[in-house]
């Protein structure tokens, strides 16, 4: 039988490939916390389901999360030397979107943190079965381990990322206008609207990556926080800092912001109880380099 044309090749390929691709990127974005390589990893398995002979592949699904967890734990061996160089506390690259997003997944950014302290083994047994429900036996052929073996690293890291689980998410209606106050109140620099904003173990982490200033370790208690927000906004013209749009910042309440210095920023509240008891900044222009404030109010991605 003559092979198929070249050009009706490529148009299988993509379009087998198409309605995969959300899946796979949510699966590379969970591995690596960063939206720029999830999608260079995406590509790479792209090519690879291309380049593949299609027809003996029974579960195109199984076979490209297969492909694309290996290539995130390759990505992974070198992303792990260079965070530890890295200037200050690491946050994932945001995803931000008008809503809490429909998935059967409930990973925000505080559990993706969680993730991180995990050995890149652990993550992936945990991410594909807990997360995307994969079968232990799929697992196994993944990570080249046996099935007893990924059950035992997604039970260590279930143990890891359990604590990290809200007990009672707030609504979205609440977080909505509880990430509106806290902006106002931390540019107008309000100390007392910040006291009862955050609760008394509230920690501030910023990222900057080195090229934007941001605080070099996290900061923690309501008063020092509230303090060093209260300091920031008297140094800062009133109205130099503009409120973008109020979002979900990678499944937690927050808001895009545009900063003095005219570059945007994304901040994200974790809420407990009413109250914030963490608050994470991405400054670095290099994690933000996907979103776009022109439209802000239609979401950004």
């Not at 390589?37 to 195109?60: F, M, N, T």
Request: charged fraction near 25%; glycine fraction near 8%.
């Amino acid at each position: 039988m003559p092979r198929p044309p070249e050009s009706a090749l490529a148009d299988d390929a993509a379009a087998s490939f198409a309605p995969l691709r959300p899946r796979l990127l949510r699966v590379a974005y969970r591995m690596l916390g960063s939206i720029s390589e999830a999608e260079d990893v995406v590509q790479d398995a792209y090519l690879r389901w291309h380049r593949a002979d299609r027809s003996e592949v029974r579960d195109p699904a199984g076979f490209l999360t297969r492909t694309v967890t290996r290539l995130c734990l390759d990505v992974l061996k070198s992303a792990r030397q260079r965070r530890e160089t890295y200037v200050g506390p690491w946050l994932p690259e945001p995803i931000v979107a008008p809503e809490p997003e429909s998935e059967d997944d409930d990973i925000t950014l505080t559990l993706m943190l969680a993730l991180e302290r995990l050995s890149p083994l652990e993550r992936a047994a945990f991410l594909l079965h807990d997360v995307f429900g994969v079968g232990f036996d799929e697992i196994a052929t993944t990570l080249g381990r046996d099935a007893a073996a990924c059950r035992q690293l997604a039970a260590r890291a279930r143990g890891h990322v359990r604590a990290e689980r809200p007990r009672f998410p707030v609504s979205a209606e609440q977080g909505q206008a509880i990430a509106a106050a806290f902006f106002h109140a931390s540019r107008s620099g309000d100390l007392g609207t910040l006291t009862s904003l955050l609760a008394d173990e509230v920690v501030f982490v910023s990222d900057g990556g080195g090229k934007r200033p941001a605080a070099i370790n996290p900061i923690r208690g309501c008063d020092r926080v509230a303090r060093l927000l209260a300091g920031i906004a008297r140094k800062t013209p009133a109205g130099a800092s503009s409120l973008l749009a109020v979002q979900v910042i990678d499944g937690l309440p927050g808001f895009v912001s545009r900063e003095p210095d005219g570059l945007i920023q994304t901040t994200a509240l974790d809420i407990t109880g009413g109250r914030i008891v963490a608050i994470y900044v991405v400054r670095n222009p290099d994690k933000l380099r996907h979103l776009h404030p022109a439209s802000a109010s239609d979401g950004l991605c």
